[in-house]
């Protein structure tokens, strides 16, 4: 089982035809859009889980008839429909809310024994305000750290529970991140031993290149961070000057110290909190 990609208007009535008393549930989403793409991998679970549902995914650019007759305002939306009639919707990225749904409508025939999502799907965090973690846009292959150990490199604070970052020769750190398309930025989540976790931090965007050290410490930056060793045991947020991080594609931070004032500096998660740009048409 997996989700059928509608290609045309036709096609969604069929589908909505053929369903009879199955439910159905459509996901409505853009190529472009940054949140569609964060949900679209834990959508596509949902149907080894619930076999006798229905699972649609409709791209408003090519049904653009379909997408102004049920009168969507924003993407991603996820809509419900048994017998061609919508009975609910959702919007946003919350997984476990359209799980909920889907128990609520679908028959008994249809689910035969309640499951817990997997963990992959329900890790899939929504912020409000369309705000979502830009962790998933993050090149990876043009990002890179400074002084980060060999055992415990950045690429490991990146996701929750797989390792964590240290630093390697004194606690130094500048971590350059290059996103695969613009983004804003709203805020940072890291969390972080209290005594290990970093003190005072410089932001720069979208430089040329990779900064040194001697440059990092000279140069201003766009905004400096000073960090609560309680905030980071507990990963709160961290907000920005927003309007100074509305077009992104690099971000660098340049870790001056850490809480202790000792020689190793360890994040255990960082993420990036905003939205993605439009790319232009």
């Not at 076999?51 to 993407?75: M, Y």
């Not at 996701?159 to 398309?181: A, N």
């Amino acid at each position: 089982m997996s989700v059928r990609e509608i290609i045309d208007d036709n096609q969604f009535q069929w589908e909505l035809a053929s369903a009879g008393r199955h439910l159905v549930v459509v996901e409505f989403s853009a190529s472009w859009c940054g949140p569609c793409q964060l949900i679209a991998p834990h959508f596509a679970l949902l149907p080894e889980i619930y076999p006798n549902v229905i699972f649609l995914k409709v791209d408003v650019d090519e049904c653009e008839d379909t997408a102004l007759s049920q009168g969507l305002t924003a993407i991603p939306t996820f809509m419900f429909f048994r017998n061609k009639r919508k009975i609910d919707k959702i919007q946003g990225i919350d997984i476990n809310a359209i799980a909920e749904k889907i128990l609520e409508y679908a028959d008994t025939s249809e689910v035969d024994e309640v499951e817990e999502l997997p963990k992959a799907a329900r890790d899939v965090e929504d912020y409000g305000e369309g705000l979502v973690n830009l962790n998933s846009f993050i090149s990876q292959e043009e990002s890179k750290c400074l002084n980060e150990s060999e055992s415990h490199p950045f690429s490991q604070c990146l996701i929750s529970e797989t390792g964590y970052l240290q630093s390697d020769f004194d606690e130094h750190l500048i971590i350059s991140v290059t996103f695969k398309q613009s983004v804003k930025i709203h805020s940072l989540k890291l969390k972080a031993p209290a005594q290990m976790g970093p003190k005072e931090i410089k932001l720069f965007v979208n430089q040329p290149r990779v900064l040194d050290f001697v440059r990092a410490e000279r140069m201003d930056s766009v905004q400096d961070l000073f960090l609560n060793p309680n905030d980071l045991e507990k990963g709160t947020l961290v907000n920005l000057t927003y309007v100074k991080f509305q077009d992104v594609r690099n971000i660098q931070l340049f870790i001056k110290n850490n809480q202790s004032g000792g020689e190793i500096t360890q994040i255990d998660y960082m993420a990036f909190i905003g939205s993605p740009l439009m790319p232009l048409t």
